[in-house]
């Protein structure tokens, strides 16, 4: 593998991947990198496909396993397609979720435990870790009516309940207090721009780069 970097954004819904992810993209291109931004489920054409299955649809529509199935049936053509060819040639990967996804809500929350999300993992993904992962924390009371604020009705997980989102959020931070070499938590009810330096801050410190 050359030097490319995998950098991930993980949290409960309503966190602000998506938004925190592009920004850092913005800023690392801005330093001359190539940098490859992609999302879970999802970053490739067949990946897409399976996005769909797992975000539409009733609620109670997959039991905890067939859902895990398909998110690392995903992860693998994201990762053969994506990930892995843009690491190769050297650009530096930001990824809105990735694996700590599956373990947080199918593991955590929807109580299918380590055990298969290990398995799992070894098979489809194999060696490959990222290199920093940010676990954008907020309580789930405001996760939640920020999401809903999006007017887009809700998806799937979305609409389960607070029960489960809780959990979401305990499976996060416990990936976390395992793993703090990799894992910077990062409290997002602060504002935008202090949680951006905070992010930044990590990078720098964490990857050995200065950014502007």
Known sequence: MGAGRFITFEGGEGAGKSTHARRLSEVLRGTGLEVVETREPGGSEGA?????????????????????????????????????????????????????????????????????????????????????????DLPVEDGLRRAGGRGTGGTRYERMDRGFHERLREGFLEIAKREPDRCVVIDVTAPIGEVQGAVKAAVEDRLGITLA
């Open 48 to 136: 897409e496909q399976i996005r769909e299955l797992l975000v539409h649809g009733s609620v109670g529509r997959w039991d905890a396993l067939t859902e895990a199935l398909l998110h690392f049936a995903a992860r693998r053509d994201h990762l053969v397609k994506t990930i892995r060819p843009a690491l190769e040639n050297g650009a530096w990967v930001v990824s809105d979720r990735f694996a700590d996804s599956t373990l947080a809500y199918q593991g955590y929350g929807h109580g299918l435990g380590r055990e298969a999300w290990e398995r799992l993992y070894a098979l489809t993904v194999g060696d490959l870790r990222p290199d920093l992962t940010f676990i954008l």
